[in-house]
């Protein structure tokens, strides 16, 4: 049989192996790491297992994990918002192992869908309500757009924004507790960074900024180059990152 190109893709053969390593990793980094997540997207090629071998990793994972540091979490997660592997998993005994529910609702192309997100957070919240864990967090591990499919940086800064707003305007209802852009610095030529392949920032580095500002700007995305006040809303422009670096350079100010 040919050696498969990434053999890491591939479950443990004896997963208290596994649970060795993730103790040894928590007990290395717990001063700095508090929530591991097992594998990324197993639901799709990163993981030639089956959703049986996933869940005992998850199982796995946790006990190992708490054994060696009683405050950190473990999430689980997929690809998208799989509900149908997600019920599986659920199924498989993972509930009571979990912390953190991690899903990546990526969209495609120029124009960004808030309702299809919202959607599809609320099916997952629902899911995980019905079993049991409705207290636990939804985390947005993973969301992005490249400039390598189509989406021009102004639109990749206009279509970060929307997402974040997006995932903010349901936080508290659906327990969206964080949300990770992919990924920070372009690698091989324009994709979905927030920096260029040199470390420039793109205009989305700048719509980042401002979405993301402290407390101390509340519902502010920015002020227009005539001064005035433009409120943080789902179909906010950025126009090339303008707005939001005027943003940074003024001092904060009352809703």
């Known amino acids: 049989m040919t050696k498969p190109l990434f053999p890491w893709h591939y479950p443990p053969k004896d997963v208290a192996d596994f649970a060795r390593f993730v103790r040894q990793c928590v007990a290395r980094y717990q001063h700095r790491v508090k929530v591991w997540e097992v594998w990324n997207e197993p639901n799709i090629g990163f993981f030639r297992g089956s959703a049986a071998d996933y869940a005992e990793m998850v199982k796995a994972a946790a006990i190992?994990?708490?054994?060696?540091?009683?405050?950190?979490?473990?999430?689980?997660?997929?690809?998208?918002?799989?509900?149908?592997?997600?019920?599986?998993?659920?199924?498989?005994?993972?509930?009571?192992?979990?912390?953190?529910?991690?899903?990546?609702?990526?969209?495609?192309?120029?124009?960004?869908?808030?309702?299809?997100?919202?959607?599809?957070?609320?099916?997952?919240?629902?899911?995980?309500?019905?079993?049991?864990?409705?207290?636990?967090?939804?985390?947005?591990?993973?969301?992005?757009?490249?400039?390598?499919?189509?989406?021009?940086?102004?639109?990749?800064?206009?279509?970060?924004?929307?997402?974040?707003?997006?995932?903010?305007?349901v936080r508290r209802r659906l327990k969206i507790e964080k949300?990770?852009?992919?990924?920070?610095?372009?690698?091989?030529?324009?994709?979905?960074?927030?920096?260029?392949?040199?470390g420039k920032p793109k205009p989305?580095?700048?719509?980042?900024?401002?979405?993301?500002?402290?407390?101390?700007?509340p519902r502010t995305c920015g002020w227009t180059p005539g001064g005035a006040h433009r409120p943080a809303g789902p179909a906010g422009s950025f126009q090339g990152g303008r707005v939001c670096r005027q943003q940074l350079r003024r001092a904060p100010v009352s809703p």
């Open 179 to 198: 949300v990770f852009w992919f990924c920070v610095k372009d690698w091989g030529g324009p994709g979905y960074g927030l920096l260029d392949t040199a």
């Open 64 to 169: 190992a994990a708490r054994q060696e540091g009683r405050d950190c979490r473990i999430a689980m997660g997929c690809a998208g918002v799989d509900l149908e592997v997600l019920e599986w998993l659920y199924e498989f005994g993972c509930g009571p192992y979990l912390d953190v529910m991690s899903v990546h609702p990526y969209q495609w192309g120029r124009q960004f869908n808030d309702g299809w997100m919202i959607d599809k957070l609320q099916e997952c919240r629902q899911l995980m309500d019905r079993h049991g864990d409705s207290r636990k967090e939804i985390w947005i591990t993973e969301i992005g757009w490249s400039l390598a499919e189509g989406v021009t940086a102004r639109q990749q800064a206009n279509l970060l924004a929307q997402a974040l707003v997006t995932a903010l305007s």
């Open 204 to 217: 989305a580095w700048f719509a980042d900024q401002a979405v993301t500002c402290p407390a101390s700007y």
